[in-house]
């Protein structure tokens, strides 16, 4: 149902009629040119520097790193490195103490002199941050492997985690699902605390500040009471027990351990299709005596070659993968903007996501019952994990698509609805990959300074949802809807917002929630609905375009705030068109600017980072409390315990999308 227009215009200029149609035509022509023979799409997974630093690393470890491979890594390492010698986490950001070491200690081990005058700028900041003490702890981890920290420094997770059964707090199952694929590999490299050798030149005792050693120090302050406390004085207790010559339990654990690592291993070698659980697996299964050439190994090393991108003499080194999300967005936003149905294109994109529908278990089943699978994942290989927000938006563009065997497509939607109604949190919200994977205790070990140890609902997932279930014939009336929809009110800030756990940020959030109420059917001239349009109108920049950074994370003051981006921009659109303000003159600037900004491509410029993994919040979200309460993890705008994510295709489908839906709109009015 069309919302009714409350605006100021009454009609559409020519000239802008003619731009957004020439805009459109201009970007379905790129995504017709760059789809996949087998009918995906697929951009780039843009994040930090420490991926490369990591893998350069990780290949020394495990004695397989040539001198051709790590001098195309340092080329990338040292062309992000700043002006001022820092590396960050996110385009535009501060510098990160953490990725800076990383950076620092890669270069080395890889022949970089300490006199370098790159060198000399990045250890000048590192040593004004406190140098490696004040590192997370992630970062130690890998310092500690290589003798540049001690362990005995390092919090520990034991591999007696594994014996744990799900009902008992704490147990492996307590974590998201990232986290756990991370900690219980990490839990074995704990326990041998290995150091492998590296050249005396490579070493680093020059980003120690004069007169301290490697010990931590003191516990934060908001970390020595309570249950953080509590927490911090169990890991010293551990600590001690792993240094006892009987344990009577770790070969069992070890061995439990071991096989719940190999037997997660994905067909492409990874596990959870992300960088943290495969690096850490595949070290702990060379502490336990797998060799390079075993099957397990062999497999997991030769699948990082499909996760590289080789360009100008450098090498980068995604942390994922994202075809199943690039290819269900790219299929709606050639749906919203007049591709027919039943267009090849789109058949193609259908036919190649209905065969990557995951029809078999996974860890979710561990507290969903009964349910049996059809959701869809992030990467090309991940049937332990589906994703909810994939298959939400999966099934929106399965729904309108055409394909010659219907019965087909329309099982995969029985299916994939089924299983995401499963997934259904007891709050009405969903996340993104377990259901109600919410005690927090969790987030407050000493181990847990660094991205998210839990996956609870969110807005933004939750609205995915809600407006596939409405598009799929589910009635506001339905128990999971109405459930939903409560909670995405209930989740509004006090100025109209919603918060993005997965998209920056606050602009991303009511981008999402909006179009679901629209789709819900939800009164959208209501209070509601009218204090989050007059917060988006009111965080337009001059130049007619939307913006939010990634530091708003940080410092919620930022939320709505940053340079213009074709992505944000869009967002904001479909906010504003699900609202009933096609008409207004905002949303006509804005259109104007993606109209103005694409390039003659089809394809607009971002090197902005618009998309989250980790806000760094440990939790998984903000505190709801007085306001906007950010973190429960302390972190500046540099976002040392964040993961900010560059999807490359972002700037292209998010504003075919919202151009698409305007020109639907558009076509029902007269011109001027």
Partial sequence: MRPEFRGAAKSVPDDLRNAVAVAVRRSQDYFIAIQAPEGYWWGEFESNPTMEAEYLLFTHFLGIGDSETWRKLTNHILKVQREDGTWGQYYGGPGDLSTTVECYFALKLAGFSVNDSRMAKAREFILAKGGVPQARVFTKIWLALFGQWSWRDVPTVPPEISLLPSWCPMNLYDFSSWARGTILPLSIVLSYRPVCDIPEGAAIPELTPNGEDSRSGQVALHRRFGMAGAFHLADRMLRWYNSLPWRPMRRLAIRRAAKWIVDHQEEDGSWGGIQPPWVYSLISLKLLGYGVDHTVMRKGVEGFRGFMIEEEDSLRVQACVSPAWDTCLAMIALEDSGMPPDSPVLSRAAEWLIAAQITKGGDWQVKVKGTAPGGWAFEFANDTYPDIDDTAEVLIALDRVRTEDSHKRKEAIRRGTEWMLG????????????????????????FADFGEMLDPPSADVTAHVVEALVRLGYSRDGEPVRRAVQYLLDEQEPDGSWFGRWGVNYIYGTGAVLPALEAVGEDMGNASVRRAVSWILAHQNEDGGWGETCASYADPSLAGQGPSTASQTAWALLALLSAGQWEHPSVHRGVRYLADTQQDDGTWDEPWYTGTG?????????????????????????????????????????????????MSYMDDVPSR
């Avoid at 993104?432 to 070990?445: L, P, T, Y």
Wanted: no cysteine; charged share 20%.
């Fill in 614 to 662: 980790f806000p760094g919040y440990g939790a998984g979200q903000r505190i709801k409390g007085d306001g906007r309460q950010s973190n429960t993890i302390a972190q500046g705008t540099e976002l040392s315990a964040g993961f900010m994510i560059n999807y490359h295709l972002y700037r292209n489908y998010w504003p075919l999308m919202a151009l698409g839906r305007f």
């Fill in 423 to 446: 997934m259904q949190s007891s709050n009405g919200g969903w996340a993104s990959f377990d259901k109600d994977n919410v005690r927090r205790a969790v987030a407050e070990i000493p």
